[in-house]
């Protein structure tokens, strides 16, 4: 892979999308746009209590303009926002207790369906590999499991309980119907549904007990195969789990996470977002307003595979960013949101 070559890359700032007046905490790229002749469409959304969907003026251009702004459905902040698998519907989470679900009608979207249940604020959507599931999560402690059903009807099928405190994000492993939630309760929970008894119930916790973080966990990503996630935390350290993937696609629920390195000393401040890329460079957002890029490490230990850093962009934002997400067609752009209310697209280059 030429681009882990340490010393030559470079992260170029190719644009700055400005229109939100409030910080940007999210960020979603279409999954079905940016390849095959498509222009790539990404999502934003803010403490202005608006959602901005901006597109690319052509395949062959890195400029982004906003084509639609979505409001005046949420009347807090818009915390989270994701599209499901197939590009058409877009679910945003709002510290208004509700997530709702827009779908495009010509040139405009449209609300098609509200989510209630939360007791306050929705921290984090995540829809499913199919997209017959979503999965929300809340300062209220809890996590839902909703079954996308024709008629846009969304239908709760279980109400996971397990977390002491906030939960900060969910995401759906991505090719088994598994789920993970992490929080400020400094662990990472696994979901699954329990074949005998159609229930979801939690499979595995990790957490300091077994080299798990010792703060708050912001976010998690996994790698293209699905058989290693990353996870970042207010501890200041990444850590790399993996996973016995052939046991996980086979059906086994029970197939065990298992912690295979961790990465101190990158970070001196929160660390709130981290993006595995398709080709296997892990990107971080930070409180000190820096991107860091981690490769895996040619050398290999006896003990598992350890990962390096790439590339530090330094001051990529005047303030926090809040995430980062590169897109996912290969094309090596990778989008930052910041509380300084700007969105960035970085473009991510070998320098020989």
């Known amino acids: 892979m030429p681009l882990l070559e340490e010393e030559a890359l470079k ?4 644009q700055r999308l400005e229109g939100h007046t409030d910080r940007v905490w999210g960020l979603a790229w279409n999954p079905a746009t940016g390849a095959d002749g498509v222009p790539a469409i ?12 901006w597109q690319q003026r052509s395949p062959s251009s890195i400029s982004f303009d906003c ?22 519907q877009l679910a945003t989470a709002s510290f208004d ?58 239908d709760c099928v279980s109400v996971l309980t397990g977390h002491t405190q906030d939960v900060k994000m969910v995401q759906w492993h991505p090719t088994v119907d598994v789920l993970f939630s992490c929080s400020y309760d400094n662990t990472i929970k696994v979901w699954a549904e329990d074949g005998d ?19 708050t966990v912001w976010a998690l990503s996994f790698n293209v195969t699905g058989d290693k996630m990353v996870t970042c935390s207010d501890d200041l350290t990444i850590k790399v789990w993996g996973v016995d993937i052939i046991r996980l696609q086979s059906g086994d629920i029970n197939a065990s996470w298992c912690h295979l390195c961790t990465m101190p000393g990158y970070h001196d401040r929160t660390i709130f977002s981290v993006h595995w890329s ?29 990962y390096k850093l790439l590339l530090k962009k330094e001051k990529a934002h005047a303030m926090d960013i809040n995430s980062v997400q ?8 990778l989008a930052s949101a910041s509380d300084d209310g700007t969105i960035k697209i970085w473009k991510l280059e070998s320098m020989q």
Do not use: Y
């Not at 990404?42 to 969907?53: H, Q």
């Open 42 to 53: 990404l999502a934003s959304c803010s403490g202005d209590k608006t959602v901005r969907i």
């Open 197 to 215: 008894t159609d229930d979801w119930r939690c499979v595995q916790t990790l957490s300091e007990s077994n080299s798990g973080h010792t703060s």
């Open 11 to 14: 992260l170029s700032e190719v």
């Open 278 to 306: 398709r080709e296997g460079i892990i990107a971080t957002g930070a409180a000190d307003d820096a991107i860091r890029l981690f490769g895996e490490s040619e050398d290999h230990s006896a003990d598992g595979p350890s």
């Open 97 to 154: 207790a509700t997530t709702a679900i827009w779908e495009e009608h010509g040139s405009d979207f449209e609300c098609v369906s509200t989510l209630e249940g939360h007791e306050n604020e929705v921290k984090s959507v995540s829809w499913d590999a199919s997209g017959s599931l979503l999965a929300t999560c809340s300062r209220d402690k809890c996590v839902w499991i909703w079954e996308v059903l024709p008629g846009n009807e969304f």
């Open 67 to 88: 084509k639609a702004v979505l409001e005046e459905k949420h009347d807090r902040t818009v915390r989270s926002c994701g599209w499901s698998p197939s590009g058409k």
């Open 326 to 333: 590169w897109s996912p067609t290969g094309s090596m752009l």
